[in-house]
Structure formats: structure tokens, C-alpha cells
């Protein structure tokens, strides 16, 4: 006989679900209990949030504070305050992070980095989530031919190189905020628009979706009412992370010179501006990595949580 | 099983009369086409309720998919009053939404998790604008206690924190907001347990009676649709086998498929020997090469080579029972018992 | 383990003149954020060799995580199981899982309601089914592909050859269930359990499904666990009965003696609740009122009176043992047992 126990987290879930089904039991206890057990997520179904989730909550709040209120922080300014006597110093007391080979010091720049690195990050993303998802609620939603030429081409925006394609936009259209901000647009529509779809996709076969339309919903509302709502947490999960790569890309782009101009402070201008030094001063490098390092982790960590959270609510129903 | 022709539509008025309906889906890339309902015509009567019985995959659902035109049949006519709903389109279509509902098999599938069941029960009378914000909120309250659900408390909260025997309620609740003539009920009590069955069966009574409504009832379980229905017509294989009233259908199923269905239900009976009694083998066919002629002759007990050559015609062999065989029980006639069983 | 420790461990015990399973007090509960599920909450019941015993309950009264607690098949993780199951005097309850893969497949075997998941999906049926018999009767391969074909023959499934070939997914419904059957008898267990087995099957084919089990457990003397939600399907293919509610054994008799006197009104209530082909069309059913109890908060005293026509302040505060059985073997958990017969109150013909 088959051994009964390796994949029987599952079958249970299944039976419980069934006679959940079936029962007048409120839907909680018992299912919820083997759905969260298989899963794993006992512990992100608990009310409220873990240590861990604070702890990443807590960093980019700090982050985002920091960024916007930038201009009226007490630091010195990024790209002006310049000493070239002190040029590619290690921390100090007057400078935690140490000085740039500019002598400008590092935690401004990382600071006002952050205000535009976040900004081209995030703008990227929204737009992508926007577009993305448009693109994806309506070929997953409809899934006759407009479904198939929407889908195809996610395909081929999906099929090219990434790095490649911002590489192109931008030395093609000119290394501005907007232009990066775009290029990294245009990489995370074709993920979003994926995400999106498949999400769609099955939750467009569920009974309410007949139902509205059986009450005589239109396309519009369905897809705003019905569908939207429960797509939007894989959506937002997704573009968490796609924040984080968003950063890194940016980054990246400036490494090999084609982000920013370095007279606008990023992350990736702050790192690349570092390069140079990397023998007197690994400082220079250690810190913004770091706390991309940082950000990362913590994008990536809340886009589990938001999963996690979000598939035992629905394995809940 | 053929279940072609028109002997048994009413002369008189109908409120949902279906004719030579064809729903036919294509299987993947391959051209192969699965005919889940073949040439169906059937009629259902003002404040009537019509039993469709029948195991999975004879069609039942598609059929009441098709009458409610989500899924569009491929030929045939549906006519709602005096409209034929193959003909409309878009607009025109949606607008004899709110007088034709549905209710689903799945309680909690049926039911948007993310939004309030306030909003869920208020759709339709939202899209329709039907009354003013007060009347509509006054509707909602009443549908809900109608069927059984404490409004005030249940308008707030979400799907996930009601029972299925529960969600069926709401979904009850929204279909009759609208005040529909007709309410298609696909398996509602399929997913239930056995007593919240029973007050589901009870509730669609008393909604039935007190909103003047009619209604499809599809499932497969013989002795729901028996206690529910005022006529019943069994299904097979996209064909319609046989159609009588309940107390006589059950007393003397004419058609073969009918009496096997009949003789597997499990009763709950210690003194009969469920093994003795007669009934069918095998499986339903594919529906993609459905047999020739008469489609349950394959596993038909009393099957001849007629039944292979020439699709059986609807006929009434007693009053108001109809049946679709070439040698339909007489009354009192059992099948035989099953070889099986016998060895 | 090998076959020498498990000789060993049986050694220590009388086997042979034990019954086959004795469950005496058997508690399962799951610890969940909302508190604990007493989902099995003290059952004790006797099956002897051969023997079928029908347990029958609504979603929530605790059968199916019944069945699966004897046999051991429940996550070691937030689960508290106590009590005792001695499978032929051995006990099972906190064997580890060493012990209980002797057990599996080999002595006691579990049909499950949905055949499709419970089949490897990219898995030859054949190779399911000769997968256990090589692992527990050490034979040769042919030995156990022609086995196999034997198995699949006394299931009742045609062309056995080739369907020993095809994937689950090439099957239908009925079929799959057969091939659940086939490998749940293949070593030839002591102890079937059959968990809603035909639940997800058509009327017709739930029929046959029924019947195959009935004559493997009969040709090959097993005793049999029948796990459903549908009195019908018990009421002519078992021995006993036992209905559960709230993760207790609310009434047990042997199957003639419940249906024709049966004493809790849930019992009762249940059996009125179902549609009845021999009623007449619109007969109006009686239900059950309220819901099924709460395995977190049960009702103090008996857990059913909450929904009970005949509760009493009695009921609500104390809750009844179940009692010593009879002459006829009837056990049963009421202050106030129901007086009239089935027959009379629930209208079964």
C-alpha cells in the first residue's frame, strides 16, 4: 500500500474542506487548523503581526520618513557640501557613514538617495501595477481573443532580457528620473500583468462571478467588484517584491552606467561613486549596500507576510 | 434515451418553454466536440416547480446554464414569456436579468469573500436602481429574515463567517431581491449536510409560496427532487428520458434508467437487501462518442438491436407521463437484478 | 522495522484470542489559535473479526477524524490523542510511526472519499498497487504484477491488463474508487476502513461501489469501518451502527435493533430530516433546528440538547453516560430516550 503519510497534509485539507463544505460548522476551526498546519503559516494566521514583520515594518517607515523629510533633516547636503581636503574618509562621530571621495558625506547621500531611489522604485512599480494589472484583469477576464493578443503579448515583454530592455530605454531616450522610472516600468508591467491574470483566471470560474452576472453586472462591474478585491492581494504581494527588485535594478543600471545622472543622488550613484575607493574606504560601498541590503529583505519579507496572511483567509472560506 | 420530440410540451401557458436545445463544447485543440445537451425541449409551467434529475455529466447543469444563458447553446430556442433569449444579445439580454436568478451548488464559492453580505444581497437592486437607498436597505432586511438570517447582524460581515447551510440562505436572499419570475436552483442542497438539507428544501417551499415564484430545481438525488418538485424529468447523457409527475414517476418509472436510478438509492431500511435488487452496471459513456439510437442502451437491460438502430421519440403512454423508449416498464414490471450481484 | 522486532512486539500481547480492535476512551483534539477542537472526544467501542460497523455522523461529529485517529493517520503537530485503540491487544495509541507502517496496508487499510486525489495522479495504477504488495509481502515483481491482475479482476474492472497500464486520469469515477479498493485489499488487511467512499460518486455507480465492498469484506473476512453522513447507505450493509455528534458516540446497536427502536432523539431527528422517496411529493420535512454544536465551546450537559425537542434543565447541566448495552446490545446516551419505535415516529416504510 501506498504509504499514507507523506502527502496526507493534503488529503486532509481536502476532506476537511469537503465536509466543511457540507457542514453547518462555522468554517473556521478544524479546516483552518490543516490548512494552516500544511501550509506552514500557522504562525502568520495569528492576529496581528510577528516580530519579524514589525521589525520590516519598522525599517521602511523610517526609511520613507527619512526620505521624504530629507530637506528639512539636520544633514549636510548631498551633492554641495563638498570638501575634497576630506575626500574617501572612514565613519567619524560627525560622520557615521564616512565621506565620499568628494568628501560629501555618506549618510545624506544614502538619505537622499533613498528619496529618489524609493521614488523611481516605487513610481516604476505603481505604474507597472496599474498598467500590469489592467492588462492582466482584462486578458484573464475575458479569455476569448482579446484574452489571447493581451496575453501573447505579456509573453513576448516578459521574453526579453530585462536589464537589457532598461539598458535600451535609457541610453536610447537619455538618463533622466523619469526615463529610469519608466524603463523599470516597463520590466514590471509584463510581471504584474502575469500575476494578475492567473489570479483572475481562477478566481473569474468561482459561482459569485456567475452570480453577478446572472444579476446583470456588466463586464466593468464585475470585474471592479467581484474579481478585483480578491485578486488584489497576490497583486499586491507581487509588487511588494517587485518594489525590491525595482531597487536593485536601479542600482545595478547606475553600476554600468546607464542610471541616473550622478548629479542626482540614488542609491545606485551613491554606490557606484564608491567603486573607486573600494581599497581606502569600503565604507563607501558597505553602508548604501547595506541598507539596500536592508530594504530588500524587508520588501520581500512583507510580501510573504501579505501572502501568507492572505491564503489562509481564503482557505478559511 | 433519445428524448427527441415534442409530445410533451404544454399547449397552455408556459412561463420558460425550451426547444430543440443544443449546447455542444469543444474538447481542447482536438475538434472533438462534447454534445452535453442534445436536443432538449421542455417546458415549465407558472408557479410550477420542475425536478431535472440525473447523474453528473447527463447534462442537468449545462441545461440550466443554458436557460439562464451563461453558457450559450449552440441551436435551439428558450423562450422566457413570450421573448426568445437565443435571440438577445448585450443589453438587451441583461435587462431580463432581474426576472430570471439562479442559485448555486456551492454555498461559499456562490458568495464574493471580500465583500459584506449587505452589499452581496443589494447587487442586483444596486444595478437595477430599483427604489430609492432606503427601500433598498428596507429589502435587503426583509429578504434576510425572510430566510431565516438575522439581518441587522448579518448585513455587516463577511461570507467566511457564515455555515454553508447559512450561505445558501444568503444566496437565496439575493436571488429573490430582485423579485424574479423564475429562479433556476442548480444542486442547492447538494453540499449540505442532511438536516440543513431539510431546512433548505423547507425555506425554497415557503419562498416559493410566498413570492409567487417558479422554479427549475436540478439535482441528483431522486427522493429532494420527489419531495420538491411537481414534475420531474429525468436526464441521461444530454437526453431526456423520461418526464410525469413525482408520485407517479417514482411509483412506476416507465423508462429502465429511471427504475435503476430508483433501485440504487440507498434506503434507510434494515429489511431490504440492497444487493437484490435490480438495476444497471457500468458507467455513464463518454459524451464525446455517445452511442448510437437510444444513448442508456448500452447499459440497458432490456436493450435490442431497435434500440441501437432508431433514436426513441417522446411519448405519453398514461396520462402526463411521458417517457422516450422503444419498450418502456409497464406498471408493477422491475428490471432484472444484476448479474453481479447474482453470482 | 523488520519482521523479526514486529513477531517480537506481538509476541508480548495474546493476539489471537483479543478482538480485533478494542477502542476504549479514545480522544482526539487539535490545538488551533481559537482554542481546542475536541473534535473525538471519548469513544469506546469493540469490533470483532469480520464484523462491519457503520459510523454515522454530520460534518463535525467527529467520524472521519475517528477513523483516521485509530489508524494513526493524523499529523503528529498540534494534535493530542489519548486514550486507547489495541489493534488484535497491541496497542496503537503512541506507537510511533516504525510500528504503524507494519500496520498500514498490511493489517488495516483505508478507502478514502475522493479517489481522484488520493491516487498518485502520475503514477501507473499497477504500479500503485504492486507498490504495497512488494513493500509489505516481499515478492518477486511478477509475482506481484500477476497479483495485481488478480486484484483488479475481483474488483470488478474490465480489461484488467490494460487498465494495470493507464494513469488514474484515464479512469472514471467508478473506476478510480475500484483501484482504491483494489489497493486498500491488496495485503489483504484485517480492518477496512472506508471513509464516505462513494460520496463523490453517481447514484448508480454509488451503488455498485457499495456492493463490491460488501462482498470483498465478506469473501476475505475483514471487519470494516464504514464512515458516512448517509443512514441509506449503512442501514443494509452493516452489522452495527454507531451515530456520533459532537465527537461522541451518541447511540449504538446492532443495525435491525437501531432502525426498529432506536432511543436518542437525535438519532431520531436525523432519520426524520431525510427526504423519503416512498413519502409523497411536498410532504413538508422535519428539520433540526439551530446548528451543529461548537468543538471549541461544546453546550454544557448533553451536546445535543441545545437542539433537542425533549431537553430538559437535566440535560442542559449533566451530561448522560452511554449506557451499558442491553440484551440487544443497544448503548445509547439519553435521560429521556425516545419510547416509540423508528417506524412509528420517523415514517420509514
Not at chain 2, 446554464?65 to 435551439?76: C, P, T
Request: neutral net charge; aromatic residues 6%.
Amino acid at each position: 500500500m501506498r504509504d499514507p503519510l507523506p502527502d496526507h497534509g493534503e488529503e486532509l485539507i481536502h476532506l476537511m474542506h469537503d465536509s466543511e463544505a457540507r457542514s453547518d460548522v462555522p468554517a473556521d476551526s478544524v479546516t483552518q487548523h490543516f490548512a494552516a498546519v500544511s501550509a506552514g503559516t500557522v504562525k502568520a494566521k495569528k492576529k496581528g503581526l510577528t516580530i519579524g514583520a514589525w521589525i520590516a515594518v519598522g525599517w521602511m517607515t523610517l526609511l520613507i520618513l527619512a526620505a521624504i523629510l530629507a530637506p528639512v533633516l539636520p544633514i549636510p547636503d548631498p551633492i554641495n557640501d563638498a570638501n575634497p581636503l576630506k575626500a574617501a574618509q572612514g565613519p567619524t562621530l560627525n560622520h557615521i557613514f564616512g565621506l565620499d571621495g568628494n568628501g560629501r558625506d555618506v549618510f545624506s547621500r544614502i538619505i537622499w538617495g533613498a528619496r529618489n531611489s524609493l521614488f523611481i522604485a516605487f513610481a516604476a512599480v505603481i505604474t507597472g501595477f496599474i498598467i500590469g494589472g489592467a492588462l492582466g484583469l482584462i486578458s484573464g477576464y475575458f479569455k476569448g481573443r482579446v484574452g489571447g493578443v493581451l496575453g501573447a503579448l505579456t509573453d513576448i515583454l516578459l521574453a526579453f532580457p530585462q536589464l537589457v530592455l532598461a539598458l535600451a530605454v535609457v541610453s536610447f531616450l537619455g538618463r533622466t528620473v523619469f526615463n529610469v522610472t519608466m524603463a523599470l516600468a516597463i520590466v514590471s508591467i509584463p510581471i504584474l500583468a502575469r500575476i494578475t491574470r492567473a489570479s483572475t483566471l481562477s478566481w473569474s470560474e468561482r459561482d459569485f462571478v456567475t452570480a453577478a452576472r446572472a444579476q446583470g453586472a456588466g463586464h466593468i462591474r464585475t470585474m471592479l467588484r467581484e474579481i478585483l478585491p480578491n485578486v488584489l492581494p497576490a497583486m499586491l504581494s507581487i509588487a511588494l517584491l517587485g518594489i525590491a527588485v525595482a531597487i536593485v535594478a536601479e542600482a545595478s543600471l547606475s553600476l554600468v552606467g546607464a542610471g541616473v545622472k550622478p548629479d542626482v543622488t540614488t542609491w545606485g550613484n551613491v554606490i557606484f561613486s564608491g567603486q573607486a575607493y573600494l581599497r581606502e574606504a569600503p565604507s563607501m560601498v558597505l553602508f548604501p549596500s547595506m541598507v539596500i541590503f536592508f530594504t530588500v529583505y524587508a520588501l520581500n519579507y512583507l510580501g510573504d507576510v501579505l501572502r501568507a496572511t492572505f491564503d489562509v483567509r481564503e482557505s478559511a472560506l | 434515451m433519445a428524448g427527441t420530440g415534442k409530445a410533451h410540451l404544454s399547449q397552455g401557458e408556459t412561463v420558460l418553454r425550451i426547444e430543440d436545445l443544443f449546447v455542444e463544447f469543444p474538447v481542447g485543440r482536438s475538434g472533438l466536440k462534447v454534445s452535453a445537451v442534445a436536443g432538449i425541449s421542455i417546458d415549465v409551467r407558472e408557479g410550477e416547480t420542475l425536478g431535472l434529475v440525473g447523474e453528473s455529466g447527463c447534462g442537468k447543469s449545462t441545461l440550466g446554464k443554458a436557460i439562464m444563458q451563461i453558457v450559450r447553446a449552440n441551436s435551439g430556442h428558450v423562450m422566457f414569456g413570450d421573448i426568445d433569449l437565443m435571440t438577445l444579445q448585450g443589453e438587451e439580454l441583461r435587462q431580463t436579468r432581474p426576472r430570471l436568478q439562479m442559485i448555486f451548488q456551492d454555498p461559499i464559492s456562490s458568495l464574493n469573500p471580500r465583500r459584506r453580505v449587505g452589499k452581496i444581497v443589494r447587487e442586483g437592486l444596486d444595478i437595477w436602481k430599483i427604489g430609492d437607498e432606503a427601500s433598498r436597505q428596507a429589502k435587503v432586511l426583509e429578504v434576510l429574515e425572510v430566510v431565516g438570517i438575522d439581518a441587522e447582524a448579518a448585513i455587516g460581515r463577511r461570507p467566511h463567517e457564515f455555515s454553508g447551510g447559512q450561505c445558501q440562505r444568503i444566496s437565496i436572499a439575493r436571488a429573490v431581491a430582485t423579485e424574479p419570475r423564475v429562479i433556476i436552483c442548480d444542486e442547492p442542497v447538494s453540499a449540505l449536510d442532511v438536516s440543513v438539507q431539510a431546512q433548505i428544501l423547507n425555506l425554497l417551499e415557503d419562498m416559493k409560496a410566498r413570492y409567487g415564484l417558479t422554479l427549475v430545481f436540478i439535482a441528483h438525488d431522486l427522493a429532494v427532487v420527489k419531495n420538491i418538485s411537481d414534475r420531474v424529468a429525468v436526464m441521461y447523457l444530454g437526453k431526456l428520458c423520461e418526464i410525469a409527475t413525482p408520485d407517479d414517476l417514482y411509483a412506476s418509472p416507465a423508462h429502465p434508467y429511471t427504475a435503476a436510478l430508483l433501485s440504487a438509492i440507498p434506503v434507510a431500511d434494515p429489511e431490504v437487501n440492497p444487493t437484490l435488487r435490480g438495476g444497471v452496471g457500468g458507467e455513464i459513456p463518454s459524451p464525446l462518442a455517445p452511442p448510437s439510437g437510444c444513448r442508456f442502451r448500452t447499459r440497458c437491460p432490456l436493450a435490442t438491436e431497435k434500440c441501437a438502430e432508431e433514436e426513441p421519440q417522446i411519448q405519453e403512454i398514461r396520462p402526463n407521463h411521458f417517457v422516450a423508449c422503444h419498450f418502456p416498464l409497464a406498471e408493477g414490471q422491475e428490471l432484472p437484478a444484476l448479474e453481479a450481484n447474482i453470482a | 522495522m523488520s519482521a523479526e522486532s514486529f513477531a517480537e512486539s506481538s509476541a508480548t500481547t495474546p493476539s489471537s484470542d483479543a478482538p480485533l480492535l478494542v477502542v476504549n476512551n479514545l480522544k482526539t483534539y487539535f490545538k488551533t489559535d481559537r482554542g481546542l477542537v475536541r473534535a473525538v472526544d471519548g469513544v469506546s467501542f469493540t469490533l470483532e473479526r469480520g464484523r462491519t460497523l457503520g459510523v454515522v455522523g454530520e460534518s463535525g461529529s467527529g467520524k472521519t477524524v475517528l477513523a483516521r485517529s485509530i489508524m494513526g493517520l493524523l499529523p503528529k503537530r498540534d494534535v493530542e490523542r489519548s486514550g486507547s485503540v489495541k489493534f488484535e491487544g497491541v496497542e496503537l495509541v503512541g506507537a510511533d510511526n516504525s510500528l504503524m507502517a507494519q500496520y498500514w496496508g498490511d493489517q488495516m487499510a483505508m478507502v478514502f472519499q475522493d479517489p481522484m486525489t488520493s491516487l498518485n495522479p502520475v503514477m501507473r495504477v499497477g504500479k500503485q498497487i504492486t507498490e504495497g504488495l512488494r513493500q509489505h509481502l516481499d515478492i518477486s515483481k511478477d509475482h506481484a504484477n500477476q497479483t495485481a491482475l488478480a486484484l483488479l479482476s475481483s474488483v470488478g474492472i474490465p480489461e484488467p491488463e490494460r487498465r494495470l497500464r493507464q494513469y488514474p486520469h484515464e479512469m472514471s469515477g467508478g473506476m478510480r474508487q475500484r483501484v482504491m479498493i483494489a489497493i486498500a485489499i491488496a495485503c489483504g488487511p484485517k480492518l477496512l476502513f472506508a471513509d464516505e467512499p462513494t460520496t463523490a460518486l453517481d447514484v448508480t455507480v454509488q451503488a455498485q461501489i457499495l456492493d463490491l465492498l460488501q462482498t470483498q469484506q465478506r469473501d476475505r473476512y475483514m471487519a470494516m469501518i464504514l464512515v458516512t453522513h448517509d443512514l441509506g447507505v449503512v442501514a443494509g450493509r452493516t452489522d452495527e451502527i454507531a451515530v456520533m455528534y459532537a465527537g461522541k458516540i451518541v447511540e449504538k446497536a446492532p443495525t435491525k435493533v437501531l432502525f426498529s427502536n432506536l432511543r436518542h432523539p437525535y438519532t431520531e431527528a436525523l432519520l426524520s430530516s431525510i427526504p423519503k422517496i416512498s413519502d409523497p411529493s411536498h410532504t413538508r420535512l422535519k428539520t433540526i433546528g439551530g446548528r451543529p454544536p461548537n468543538l471549541i465551546n461544546p453546550p454544557t450537559g448533553c451536546k445535543f440538547s441545545p437542539r433537542c425537542a425533549y431537553a430538559t434543565d437535566k440535560c442542559r447541566t449533566e451530561e448522560p453516560p452511554l449506557s451499558a448495552p442491553d440484551s440487544d446490545g443497544h448503548q445509547f446516551s439519553c435521560w429521556f430516550p425516545v419510547e416509540l419505535s423508528a417506524k412509528q415516529t420517523s415514517g420509514v416504510r
